[in-house]
Each structure stands twice: as C-alpha cells, then as structure tokens.
C-alpha cells in the first residue's frame, strides 16, 4: 500500500508546510520579540500579550468558516463584482476537507493542479491572515484595550480579510481581471496599513509621555524579532507559488536582494540627511524591502527587485521622516509607522510590479507558462496591468479603511475601546498583573508564588509538594 496518494508529492508538500511554518515564526515570536522590544518597558508584556491573542483568535475563526470565505466557491456565478466578491463560509475540520486534495475552485482551470492536502493549504494560507492583524496592531499599541482587541480581529478577518484575499488571490473579480499580489502586498500589507491607521484615528494617541519619550526598552529584542522576519520571508514569499520549484527559489532570491538594497538605500539616506543610522532605521529600511518585493516576488526577475528596493526605500524614507510632519498623518499617533513601513511600502510595491514584471519568470516545474500567471509589466509593452494594479489598490485602501472604521464603531458599542486612563499610566502591571523585567515576581494565583522561579536575586520559591 502507498504512503500516500498519487496526487501528493513529498518535496511540494514538505515545502509548503515548511514555508507555512516560516511565515508563521514570523509572527510567533518574530513579531513577539520585536514589538516586546521596540515598545517602552511598561508595554513590553501587553504588545507581546495581543500579538499572542491575535494569533490564536485568526486560527479559530479560518477553520470554522473564514477560509472558504478566501479560497472557497464564490457566492454567485458568473464573474462580476459582487458574485465573485467574497466565498461561501464553512469549515475544513473533516476527514475529507484536511486530507484531501487542495484546490482554489476558481482557479482551478488556470494553474497546475496542487500537489498537497487541502490542510497544508489552509494552514499556508492560515499564518498569512494571522500576521495581518499582527501588523495592524502595530498602529495601536500602548492605548488598545485587549478585551475590544479579541472580538475586533474576529471580525476583521472575517469581513474584510477574505473580502481582499478572495477578490484577488481566491480567483475574485480582480485576479479575473489580471491584477496580481504574488504574497500579499495589497492583500496583508497594504491593508494593514490602512486598517492601522484608521483605527488609530479612531482609538486616539497615546499618552503624551509615551510619544515624547519613544524609545525601546531592549534593542537587541528588535534585533532578534527583525532577523526572523528578514528569514521568515523566505517562506512568505517562496511558499507562494504553491511548487518546490524554479519560481520559489527565484522569489526567495529576489525578496532577499531587495530587502538588502532596501536596507542600505534607507541607511545612505540616513548619512545623506545629516543622520545617524541606528538599528531601528535600519529595521524600517529592511522592512520597506520585504514588504515592497512582497507582490512581485516571483513576477519580477533579479534587476527588477534590486530597482525596487531602491524605489520604495526612498519613498518610504520620505514618507515616514518628512510626510509624517504633515496632515492627516502628523494628527495621527500610528505607533509603529505602519502606514509608512507596510501600507506605503505595499502600495508601492504593488504598483511597481505593474512596472517591472517580466514575463519569462514565472515557470512551473514541467515548463509550462499558465495564461493569468506570467505578467508582463510596463517595461515589457504591457499597460493593462499597471492600470488593474492602481484599481485593485485603491478598492484596497477604501474597503480596508472604511470597513475597519464600521467594525470599530460597532465593537464600541459593546467595550470600550481604549483602554482606561489609569490603566495607560500604570500599564502591564495593571493591564496582565505582572512586567517584564520584575524586581520581585509576583504570586499570579500561586500559593507562595509560581513553582520553579526566584522571589528575588538568590532566593528560590517555595516548595509547594
């Protein structure tokens, strides 16, 4: 008897769980570490706390419905907007759904068939939605109230996650009409961006002290966290041509040429403006390139992405020390930059790709080129799709923006938002019952304190056999 079914191939679904699990430790504990480390000492535990939250409340809400509601059938027929507007919801939790094989019902007829089970598939897919709110929190940390930060994501990832994910990557009006998002420029970072910074509109800034002094509490955590974001990408974007093949090792060389060129452009304009590079403008300028090289991965070839990560560096530079002056956006305490690092770095490079896309990329491994798959840019004579690009963008950043504005009003109704004042000026200890760096640990509900760790410097806790 076969180990497994002659549809499966070992090395396309060893790969796809390996990249899975590569994005996803991006999140947990890449984004973990990072935001613990980047935000003041008080904020450590709580930035930590909703990452952890997030991840978790995504992974119940895609199995029970909202990952058919990405990549299921569609609620209409035909190809017009609102028929291929979202898909029908419902959960992957049988035998049949986790063990058979996978398959996106739209696009069935425009791509090789999948060699992997469905599981692998929704797992994939799976820490792709979760890290969008991950990054969206970013926007909001220090004020964000944690009992309305769980119902919100719920929420968020059901009505406008998969909204944007089906309409572009589920074979929605969008990828119907060839605008392509190869790992989720438009679909994660764009996205996020906007959602961002309108919730920080909506939530308010912080406490003026915390904007005042905005300094991290552990550098070497950011440090840590942004590593395994630069390596973790490697899964992001070369998990996504769903093969073990030429296109995800070339989409993995790519992301990695233009995070580095990215990075060193930011730290050139750091000397050429009379500053100093520190690490954290550092980790924006790396960041930039992830996220711009995000929807080209795979469509764009080794020039293109080094071009690219020129580009978007620049602009995001400008954007984030210059346009951050300006109105709305000097209104708007986005904590972490989002909108600058995710939002206009996936913006930009969405577009970019309208630009530099060639056509003799994207391979799969018998060959064969698939209509809807290769994309010619603009430097290749192709206009059409840099227009489709600016469309699929702009629905982007209305949907993702007004919507997120409604579903914030609607959680207000039922728990406050921002978090009390009191809590804002005490902050972990009051918000989880402990910080980061105690001087003496807490009982945190055990007799005599937690089994196994010290009251204080050379004193053990109390045996509790």
């Not at 999948?114 to 940390?141: C, D, E, H, K, N």
């Not at 020039?303 to 210059?322: D, E, P, Q």
């Not at 809590?423 to 918000?431: V, W, Y």
Request: hydrophobic share 50%; proline share 6%.
């Amino acid at each position: 008897m076969p180990a497994y079914p002659t549809w499966l191939s070992p090395g396309d679904n060893a790969w796809q769980l390996t990249a899975a699990t590569l994005v996803g430790l991006m999140s947990v504990p890449g984004l973990v570490v990072l935001y613990g480390g980047v935000m003041q000492k008080r904020w450590s535990i709580n930035s930590m706390m909703l990452t952890f939250a997030a991840f978790a409340i995504v992974l119940i809400v895609w199995v029970l419905w909202a990952f058919k509601m990405g990549f299921g059938h569609p609620i209409g027929s035909g190809h017009g907007f609102f028929s291929t507007f979202i898909g029908k919801p419902g959960t992957i939790l049988g035998h049949a759904e986790e063990q058979g094989q996978a398959n996106i019902p739209l696009l069935s007829g425009g791509m090789p068939t999948f060699r992997f089970p469905m599981s692998s598939l929704a797992y994939f897919q799976f820490v792709f939605a979760a890290i969008t709110p991950i990054l969206m929190l970013g926007s909001v940390l220090g004020r964000v109230n944690f009992k309305a930060w769980i119902p919100f994501v719920a929420l968020w990832t059901t009505f406008i996650y998969t909204v944007n994910a089906f309409l572009i990557w589920g074979g929605g009006y969008f990828a119907h009409k060839g605008a392509i998002d190869f790992s989720g420029g438009y679909v994660i970072h764009l996205s996020a961006g906007v959602s961002g910074f309108v919730a920080a509109a909506v939530i308010g800034p912080r406490l003026q002290r915390d904007r005042e002094i905005d300094a991290p509490n552990n550098v070497a955590m950011v440090a840590v966290g942004a590593g395994l974001l630069w390596l973790g990408w490697n899964g992001f974007n070369g998990g996504d041509p769903y093969f073990a093949g030429a296109s995800a090792a070339a989409a993995v060389l790519n992301t990695n040429l233009c995070t580095a060129v990215a990075f060193l452009v930011w730290v050139a304009w750091d000397y050429l403006t009379g500053r100093k590079p520190s690490l954290i403008a550092g980790v924006n300028g790396m960041i930039t390139g992830l996220v711009a090289i995000t929807p080209a991965a795979g469509y764009v070839n080794g020039w293109g992405a080094m071009a690219m990560g020129v580009i978007a560096s620049t602009i995001v530079y400008f954007a984030l020390n210059y346009l951050s002056r300006l109105r709305p956006f000097r209104n708007v305490d986005d904590t972490l930059g989002v909108v600058y690092t995710h939002g206009m770095a996936g913006l930009s490079g969405g577009l970019l790709v309208g630009i530099f896309a060639d056509p003799n990329m994207f391979v799969y491994p018998n060959g064969q080129k698939v209509a809807g798959v290769s994309a010619a840019g603009v430097l290749h004579g192709n206009w059409t799709l840099l227009k489709w690009q600016a469309f699929a963008g702009l629905w982007v950043i209305v949907f993702s923006g007004v919507g997120t504005f409604i579903l914030l009003k609607v959680v207000g109704l039922f728990v406050p938002l921002r978090m009390s004042e009191e809590n804002m000026e005490i902050g972990d200890t009051a918000e989880h019952g402990h910080e980061v760096y105690p001087s003496d640990v807490p009982s945190l509900g055990y007799p005599g304190g937690i089994p196994g760790l010290a009251h204080s410097p050379g004193e053990t806790a109390p045996s509790t056999a």
